[in-house]
């Protein structure tokens, strides 16, 4: 199957990682519709681009970021493989709607110890998730 190079959203330049979720026209509409700040560095290369955001954002736009990067992709995908794509107003609704649910799911236990913590890092260019979960019900002292 053949892959069209031009950005299934806005249809005018070559599509890679940095244009489809930062630099598209579309991309920057979905982000004009959420509470983040601009943050356009002269970067041409999504890695760097993102090692900016983990270094000026605070974590809460840090995780929004995520989430509207998340949502910014997942209807690039439907623009490729259903020729349908959301509003960017609806795309930004989505990923507010998921970082919400995420942090009510990931609510502070009564004890005041954190259901989960996440880590995000940059490793010779990839970058690594990481997840840690204590259980519910757990005596251990080494958490």
Not at 69 to 81: D, Q
């Given at each position: 199957m053949e892959v069209e190079p031009?950005?299934?959203?806005?249809?005018?330049?070559?599509?890679?990682?940095?244009?489809?979720?930062?630099s598209c026209v579309y991309a920057r509409a979905v982000r004009s519709h959420t509470t983040l700040p601009s943050f356009s560095p002269p970067y041409a290369e999504f890695p760097l681009w993102f090692e900016g955001v983990l270094t000026n954002f605070s974590s809460d736009n840090?995780?929004?970021?995520?989430?509207?990067?998340?949502?910014?992709?997942?209807?690039?995908?439907?623009?490729?493989?259903e020729a349908a794509l959301p509003s960017p107003r609806a795309v930004a609704t989505a990923a507010t709607a998921t970082l919400q649910a995420w942090r009510l799911v990931h609510a502070s236990s009564p004890q005041g110890h954190p259901h989960s913590t996440g880590t995000l890092r940059l490793v010779h260019g990839h970058y690594i998730a990481a997840f840690n979960s204590h259980p519910r019900a757990c005596l251990s002292f080494l958490h």
């Open positions: 031009t950005c299934p959203m806005c249809g005018l330049h070559p599509e890679d990682t940095m244009h489809a979720l930062v840090i995780m929004l970021a995520a989430a509207v990067l998340y949502h910014k992709w997942r209807a690039r995908n439907r623009a490729v493989w």
